[in-house]
């Protein structure tokens, strides 16, 4: 079993920055493709971006290309949300997963097989 928990969430300005953590247990992080979705009120759950389990390949919806950026450290059992440029609309709940590889397709959220709690981020205009 693996555990999950989310951490930096907050209130920010438009145009200001936030670094979301996510800490991971057990001993199998390093294997994981890890992935940060998010959800807005009265919308789906939707996907932000992903990291493979080198760190090698990374993946980014088109709302947040350019402005955001996922990482990880292996060391450390972490993956990494920096967020620049907020806007009100990357107003949602953002929660880390964790997918063990098996030839899905990283954005699908259907294919995670661990999520954290999640952590509220709000952007004011």
């Known amino acids: 079993q693996v555990q999950l928990v989310e951490s930096g969430g907050g209130l920010v300005q438009a145009g200001g920055s936030l670094r979301l953590s996510c800490a991971a247990s057990?001993?199998?992080?390093?294997?994981?493709?890890m992935g940060w979705f998010r959800q807005a009120p009265g919308k789906e759950r939707e996907f932000v971006a992903a990291?493979?389990?080198?760190?090698?390949?990374?993946t980014y919806a088109n709302s947040v290309k350019d402005r955001f950026t996922i990482s990880r450290s292996n060391a450390k059992n972490t993956v990494y949300l920096q967020m620049n440029s907020l806007k009100p609309e990357d107003t949602a709940v953002y929660y880390c997963?964790?997918?063990?590889?098996?030839?899905?397709?990283?954005?699908?959220?259907?294919?995670?097989?661990?999520w954290g709690q999640g952590t509220q981020v709000t952007v004011s205009s």
């Open positions: 057990g001993r199998t992080f390093s294997t994981f493709v």
């Open positions: 997963a964790a997918l063990v590889p098996k030839g899905g397709v990283v954005s699908d959220r259907r294919g995670y097989d661990y």
């Open positions: 990291i493979t389990p080198s760190g090698n390949s990374l």
